[in-house]
């Protein structure tokens, strides 16, 4: 491998887009770290307060970098592999924190949690067998991730935002709508994977 090869598998780690995408996985320690903060270095409404924020500009990112990929011609294999992960490990770790909380129910995150490992291995296999466009991304899937990225924030907040919004019971109900469409969203692609799997199976 001669160093121009070298220089670029080290700058497609590198670009500008994948640098935010990896900061979505360094984010995860640092929300779920807010949590532990002692009561004498912030309270549970500063904690709450800083998570969120947190949480909102990662998020954010997932954006961003996509935007940014396109903008400066940076699109990349690797960066097109990291994204997603990074999405699902932070979105993931955030529904933990929110368990262990007790603000999200245990059942929710089983369904979000397993969703995203069983259409993970549903799409690499599929990928596999040269089948990906089966498994294209859906609108209920693209309902799921807005549910999902809205009702997070809301119950890491958990307080009255702007004195009228009960963030907590909104963060509820969009966080199960998020889990009926993301079994809704499931069944859908598992349905369009069927013909494939039968013809294999065969």
Sequence with gaps: MG???CHNHTS????????????????IPLIVGVFYLPESAASQAERNLIATVMFVL???TDWLDGYLARKLNQVSS???????????FLVCASVLVLVHLGRADVFVALIIIGREIAISALREWMAQIGASKSV??????????????????FLLFDGRLFGLIDTHVWGVWLIWIAALLTVWSMIYYLQKALPEIRARVK
């Design 3 to 5: 160093v121009g090869s």
């Design 12 to 27: 497609m780690f590198f670009t500008i887009p994948t640098i935010m995408t990896w900061t979505r996985i360094v984010a």
């Design 58 to 60: 990662f998020a954010a």
């Design 78 to 88: 690797f960066g097109a592999f990291l994204d997603p992960v990074a999405d699902k």
């Design 136 to 153: 294209a991304v859906h609108m209920v899937g693209k309902l799921k991730t807005v549910a999902q990225m809205v009702a997070i924030p």
